[in-house]
């Protein structure tokens, strides 16, 4: 293996770092000359994620390094908010001042006074925001972008006890299906994958209101009504189900569809209600063979006549707690040949107590009864899908098992749980959980060990005492999403998520904001933003902006950013962080979180002046609170339930810096130390075995849930009053559901679309990118644009209901671009959370209005599990900006401003 640090000559060098432009964290080369990073390149060598190739967000990051928007030294705020006057200060005197005044807040109205917003993580992911957030002491971590980023991919875990992954299929993959996804874009490395499975014979469906470079080159484009997908996949349920296309065998061996569902409580039917003393671990189904109650033990790993896996299951248990496997199938594995479980039908059952005789079906039946009407013309009328194409990609999945589902990270509706439960449906009646070919867990309890703690596990968030986290903002309103719901899935198994924010523990964006605006159910008067442009990407900016500009509502906001955003400039102290050339990095697990492999990643060049990683201000932030009290330095660590430190008491920050940090990790779980990792570049945890990669349920002879079965009936969504199986809600704001604003509001906004080099609100700054991609483009079909009187490349201005709190904001202007092809009465705006830095901060806190979608956006309506609002499925209207709106916003970039963006010399970055 080649060394992760190679001299070229006496002057030159290559490094072998970690690219974090996106949140793939590709190995790549960076060649050094004199100190300073000239260049970014692949190898074919390298292989996974990038297979040796080098996007252009990599190749873009040597102008990001010394871009001359860096934030080089700490600043505290000289004038009001957005006035763009600062101080320059040292590390010490910003920390001290912040910890002051923390600890002053929390004295007056408690930690949960203070939030922490989503981000997208510049060098590391949330980890370190929560475990500031439990330095404070606040439940109130990560509340925005998770609800619409990740939770389409984290909100599985109700369903199988982990999430699953997708990487774009595999040799064995028939089918590859996805939903509003423009992986062109957003991951270009992934989207190179599929075509290439694409190519060897894997079909691929792209399921978006625009027809996007991806789906371009799909088997089937399908233009749904943005917000409607829950109809269209229970229109291709019905279809699945009534040809008879689902896989009988898995859904009956492997998922609960078989458990039968009281008519009274609309809860599963256990043992423990028909028979006095009976188990609760129990849960009954009906017997075809016999034509009679059954049950299914979860807890003994039984079917009824069957043998039990426990011993196996306990054994597994063993290996696993020395980080060992086993590929032995477990003896519940298959039914027995004496039970046959119904998947349809009504069974009449008498209870065990007063309650008498009940009614029940299975959830199988459920489920049919609920997308009985999904009818093909049906769901046409609902989602604007063609009732035959419905048809024929319902055939295609039902037939081309095993399919590989990606339900995007991006679907942004009201109604995104429901979303995400039929997504499951879709994935579990295809047979296509944890099998090759379709959505693999990323870890599968016990059968995978754990060697290694996960992001989670370091975070110390599920260490906060229950009475706090039941202060969590939304915990009770929305109760799958933002942490009632987790509590009971503690319980299932003690695998944390990879990711630290893949875990359902935040706040909802409605209730921070509500509670900054009312006080209720307490105020929140304190931001501390983690490396995140928050502003850009959390919508009504016109609320947040009136709360940011009185100072008696947000009493404290910290910025720690790689750049001056327009976040930054309304905050009360900025502190510069590096960038992930700038750092060293301990992967948390290569190929998997349960892989015994680890990557490391070398920093290639110095820190840019006094920045600094946002591990090293949580450390400094800790040791200045503990002069007021210890309670900030030292606590419980991790929930009872948690593999590693388990129900502990500890230091929050063992290490002053995050070299450090990672030091004592790679010694206590790898063996050495952290510099020899370096050298290293991947290492494998002492004794740890490699574990099976799919089909662990067989070796398990269960899921890792509370049913021992991949929960097609949500026991978690049942359990906190919402509807277990999926049901169609239209989007809380759309021309079905607000016919009043629709008079005024036709069209369907779609907010979002992927634009090239971007990531999030990052990279407007960079000459490549901006000369690739210089404006928003918003994309419209030409009937649309010609009815409403704009044509192509003309500037319009996109304009929402003043509704929710959006006024005065609620227009941004855009470029009309007929180069996708887009269903009638859409408009797709590209990309969310623009802002220009080219722009001064006086020039309406760098052009952060303009362009920004995240304005037209109302989250006062929103999803009731999970607290989500309608990023992609809100109305507007379109018309034409005037001469004179674009004399005054000056849109286009201009030759002279591209200049002013250029890398700074070894001169300037060091003033």
Request: proline residues 7%; glycine residues 8%.
């Amino acid at each position: 293996m080649e060394n992760a640090q190679t001299s070229i000559d006496g002057e030159t060098r290559k490094v072998y770092a970690g690219c974090r432009s996106c949140h793939l964290n590709c190995p790549v080369w960076v060649t050094v000359k004199d100190g300073r990073a000239v260049k970014v390149e692949g190898d074919p060598k390298l292989g996974p994620p990038n297979m040796g190739k080098a996007c252009v967000r990599a190749s873009e990051a040597i102008q990001f390094e010394y871009s001359p928007t860096r934030l080089r030294y700490p600043l505290k705020r000289a004038g009001k908010r957005g006035e763009g006057k600062w101080e320059r200060v040292s590390w010490d005197q910003a920390v001290d001042e912040i910890a002051a005044k923390i600890h002053e807040m929390v004295e007056k109205h408690g930690a949960e006074t203070f939030v922490l917003p989503g981000r997208t993580g510049r060098h590391d992911m949330g980890w370190v925001a929560h475990r500031i957030a439990r330095t404070i002491g606040t439940p109130n971590n990560y509340y925005g972008a998770i609800q619409v980023c990740y939770l389409p991919q984290f909100h599985e875990q109700v369903n199988y006890g982990f999430y699953t992954a997708t990487g774009g299929g595999s040799a064995a993959t028939k089918c590859h299906v996805s939903f509003s996804a423009e992986q062109a874009y957003a991951w270009p490395i992934q989207a190179q994958t599929i075509m290439a499975n694409k190519e060897n014979g894997m079909k691929l469906i792209v399921v978006d209101p625009v027809q996007g470079v991806y789906a371009s080159k799909a088997d089937e484009w399908v233009p749904v009504r943005p917000g409607t997908d829950v109809g269209l996949i229970m229109g291709m349920a019905k279809v699945i189900i009534d040809k008879g296309l689902y896989d009988k065998d898995y859904v009956v061996r492997w998922s609960n569809a078989p458990f039968l569902v009281r008519g009274d409580t609309g809860g599963l039917l256990l043992e423990s209600d028909i028979v006095e003393g009976g188990s609760d671990k129990r849960f009954m189904v009906w017997d075809e063979k016999e034509d009679r109650l059954k049950y299914w033990d979860a807890e003994e790993i039984q079917w009824e006549g069957g043998p039990s896996g426990k011993a196996h299951y306990d054994h597994l248990v063993e290996l696993f707690e020395e980080n060992k496997t086993s590929t032995e199938k477990s003896p519940a594995a298959d039914l027995p040949d004496s039970i046959m479980p119904a998947l349809f039908g009504e069974h009449e059952v008498e209870l065990c107590t007063r309650g008498g005789k009940i009614t029940c079906i299975p959830a199988f039946q459920m489920l049919a009864n609920n997308v009985a009407e999904w009818t093909p013309e049906h769901t046409e009328s609902i989602t604007g899908v063609p009732a035959d194409q419905v048809e024929r990609v319902a055939t295609m999945i039902g037939t081309l098992k095993p399919v590989d589902i990606n339900q995007g990270m991006q679907y942004m509706s009201t109604n995104v749980s429901q979303y995400v439960n039929a997504i499951n449906v879709l994935k579990i009646i295809t047979g296509s959980v944890d099998v090759a070919g379709g959505n693999v867990l990323g870890a599968f309890y016990p059968v995978t060990p754990h060697a290694f703690p996960s992001e989670l596990d370091l975070s110390w968030a599920d260490g906060l005492p229950l009475e706090q986290k039941r202060k969590r903002l939304g915990y009770y309103t929305h109760r799958v999403g933002c942490g009632y719901a987790w509590e009971e899935m503690v319980k299932w198994q003690p695998i944390r998520p990879q990711n630290a924010d893949g875990a359902m523990l935040f706040p909802d964006l409605t209730s921070v904001m509500e509670a900054a605006e009312t006080g209720r159910p307490y105020p929140v008067h304190g931001i501390i933003a983690i490396s995140s442009n928050w502003l850009m990407h959390d919508p009504t900016l016109a609320r947040w902006l009136k709360l940011l500009e009185d100072e008696t509502k947000i009493e404290l906001h910290v910025v720690t950013d790689v750049v001056m955003t327009p976040t930054a400039e309304m905050a009360d102290y900025v502190l510069p962080a590096v960038t992930w050339m700038e750092r060293n990095f301990l992967n948390f697990g290569t190929g998997g979180g349960s892989s015994p492999l680890h990557q490391a990643y070398n920093k290639a060049v110095e820190p840019l002046c006094e920045a600094r990683h946002d591990y090293d201000f949580g450390a400094m932030l800790s040791k200045a609170l503990g002069k007021y009290d210890k309670r900030y330095v030292e606590g419980r660590l991790n929930h009872e339930w948690t593999n590693h430190w388990a129900g502990e008491y500890g230091k929050f920050w063992p290490a002053d810096t995050i070299d450090g940090q990672r030091d004592l990790l790679s010694r206590e779980f790898l063996g050495m130390p952290f510099e020899d990792v370096l050298k290293r570049r991947v290492v494998a945890v002492p004794g740890a075995d490699t574990p099976p990669s799919t089909e662990r349920f067989l070796i398990a002879g269960k899921f890792p849930t509370d049913t021992g079965k991949a929960n097609l009936f949500s026991t978690i969504h049942q359990k906190c009053g919402y509807p277990p199986l999926p049901v169609y809600i239209e989007p809380a704001e759309s021309p079905l559901s607000r016919p009043d604003l629709a008079k005024d509001f036709p069209l369907v906004g779609s907010y979002g679309k992927r634009q090239a080099g971007f990531f999030h609100s990052e990279f407007r700054q960079l000459p490549w990118t901006r000369e690739m991609t210089r404006t928003p483009d918003v994309f419209i079909n030409p009937e649309t644009a010609a009815q409403f009187g704009v044509a192509e490349n003309d500037w319009i201005w996109v304009e929402s209901p003043p509704t929710g709190g959006r006024a005065p904001y609620n227009k941004i202007m855009g470029k009309v671009s007929f180069r996708f092809m887009v269903a009638p009465g859409i408009v797709s705006y590209s990309q969310h959370a623009w802002w220009r830095p080219e722009k001064t901060v006086e020039e309406e806190l760098h052009g952060a209005f303009e362009w920004n979608t995240e304005a037209l956006i109302e989250v006062e309506n929103n999803c009731p599990e999970t607290g989500s609002g309608g990023y992609r499925s809100q109305i507007c209207r379109i018309y034409k900006a005037t001469e004179e709106d674009i004399a005054r916003y000056r849109p286009e970039i201009t030759r002279e401003q591209l200049e002013a963006l250029m890398p700074m010399t070894p001169e300037e970055c060091a003033k």
